[in-house]
């Protein structure tokens, strides 16, 4: 299984900025898709952004377009995530996720079920 160890995050005010990162280890080399995902308390886990392994074809959220970035350095199986222009309704748990092998997560790539290996969460939390 692909072990996925995330970092960044933090508290920030609105308007401010973080960086996540997520660095992945063990059978990397089945890896089909990397992404973010978020969960606030009561809410379900949704789809932030993600990304084709080795291919930068992404997909946001609507809610976060044109304000988070996603990329990712290959060689070090690491994907980041840039988040810009943080608002409160960003508040939550993020986490970090891979799907592989029979994975379909390239048909659906924001649905958290596509996805085979997911990390510990960081949290993020932007005051108004």
């Known amino acids: 299984r692909v072990q996925l160890v995330e970092s960044g995050g933090g508290s920030v005010q609105a308007g401010g900025s973080l960086r996540l990162s997520c660095a992945a280890s063990t059978d990397t080399h089945d890896i089909n898709c990397m992404g973010w995902f978020r969960q606030a308390p009561g809410r379900e886990r949704e789809g932030v952004a993600t990304?084709?392994?080795?291919?930068?074809?992404?997909y946001y959220a609507d809610s976060v377009k044109g304000r988070f970035t996603i990329s990712q350095d290959n060689p070090k199986n690491t994907v980041y995530l840039q988040m810009n222009s943080l608002k409160p309704e960003d508040t939550a748990m993020y986490y970090c996720a891979a799907g592989s092998g029979p994975s379909e997560c390239r048909l659906r790539p924001l649905t958290p079920n596509m996805y085979n290996d997911w990390g510990q969460g960081a949290q993020v939390t932007v005051s108004s």
């Open positions: 990304i084709y392994h080795g291919v930068d074809i992404p």
